[in-house]
């Protein structure tokens, strides 16, 4: 298992014309050199809302780590992983069996296992006790360096997530600071995950993932270099091979930026089939934000006479409500 890719594969992910976005100068003073970011940011938000991102600053070795994890995790005995269920916790972290999530509603359970961890709150603080998902982490035992190698790629990934929402902001022709309320106190969640391979597939509708668009924010999507992660796209009306790209992460957008764009930005369809006959394994995480923000269209995201056509809501309600869907229970 590893971070990078084959050449091949690079070459696949020019052929489909999947954008590639430098955003390493959102990192610098020259203003023209983060404008010209944002517009590429932009271009790849109004076409397929998905981008491979590089110059990100994150490095390779940083994402060894976390797969080794993964795959030291995943491959404990079934009643270890049990042990840390996500069943047994209010805040929805720690293990998910196979199966144990559908996304595609008619379609079969996803064929895929995970290990969910979020930002570390005390079960008994007034947030914890307030807001949906969010609580303590439960930690596997006897893993040395598990809890403090996930724990540290979580936080680079928050500050991750900053940098790319000032590049949408400014995007959006916003202030930079614009997305800054969403990003206190989120609420974030790493998913470890692991897809066994679908060499032979028992129901022709079962998918490692099926087809959903992503509740939140954005996603920031590590994979290994197996592949299976396909975007649709809208114009052909087809699904593309997001392939991996060396040292590169897959970015898209969730349903709260489209939400918040009136449609201006897509949160796009994708899916996961593992056809490879390899273990695959990934490491999306989900930004969604401050639960008490309040999301309704920005103004400037209106052609003249048009109306918004979401209702205003927050954080907290719309992720309850589509973690309700999604599990077919209640999340109040």
């Known amino acids: 298992m590893s971070a990078t890719a084959s050449a091949s594969q690079v070459e696949k992910a020019a052929e489909l014309n999947l954008p590639i976005v430098d955003i390493s100068g959102l990192r610098g003073a020259s203003a023209s050199e983060r404008s010209k970011v944002a517009t590429a940011i932009r271009q790849a938000c109004l076409d397929k809302g998905f981008f491979y991102c590089v110059g990100h600053g994150v490095a390779a070795s940083t994402m060894q780590r976390l797969f080794d994890a993964s795959a030291e995790f995943f491959a404990l005995p079934m009643d270890r992983k049990l042990d840390v269920a996500m069943s047994r ?55 040395a360096g598990f809890e403090a190698v996930t724990s540290a790629y979580f936080a680079e990934m928050r500050s991750l997530a900053g940098v790319l929402l000032e590049g949408i902001a400014l995007s959006l022709g916003l202030d930079a600071d614009f997305f800054t309320t969403l990003e206190q106190d989120p609420i974030a969640t790493l998913r470890l995950l692991h897809y066994p391979p679908q060499a032979a597939n028992p129901h022709p509708d079962e998918k490692g993932c099926g087809a959903h668009t992503d509740f939140g924010g954005i996603t920031i999507l590590l994979q290994d270099n197996v592949g299976g992660l396909q975007v649709w796209d809208h114009d052909q009306s087809l699904w593309l091979d997001a392939v991996p790209v060396p040292g590169a992460f897959v970015i898209n957008l969730g349903d709260l930026i489209a939400r918040w764009t009136n449609d201006t930005y897509r949160s796009t369809r994708h899916r996961v089939i593992n056809a490879s006959g390899q273990e695959r ?52």
């Open 89 to 143: 916790s209010k805040a929805n972290r720690g293990y998910e069996p196979l199966r144990g999530q559908t996304l595609e509603a008619g379609a079969p359970p996803d064929l895929k296992e995970g290990y969910y961890i979020g930002r570390d709150v005390p079960a008994d603080d007034e947030q914890a006790l307030k807001y949906f998902n969010t609580g303590p982490n439960v930690w596997p035992a006897g893993l």
């Open 281 to 332: 394994y990934s490491a999306p995480f989900f930004f969604c934000g401050n639960p008490a923000q309040r999301i309704e269209c920005i103004q400037s995201c209106l052609e003249p006479g048009e109306g918004a056509k979401y209702a205003a809501v927050t954080v907290d309600e719309h992720m309850r409500e589509r973690y309700a869907a999604t599990y077919k229970r209640s999340f109040d």
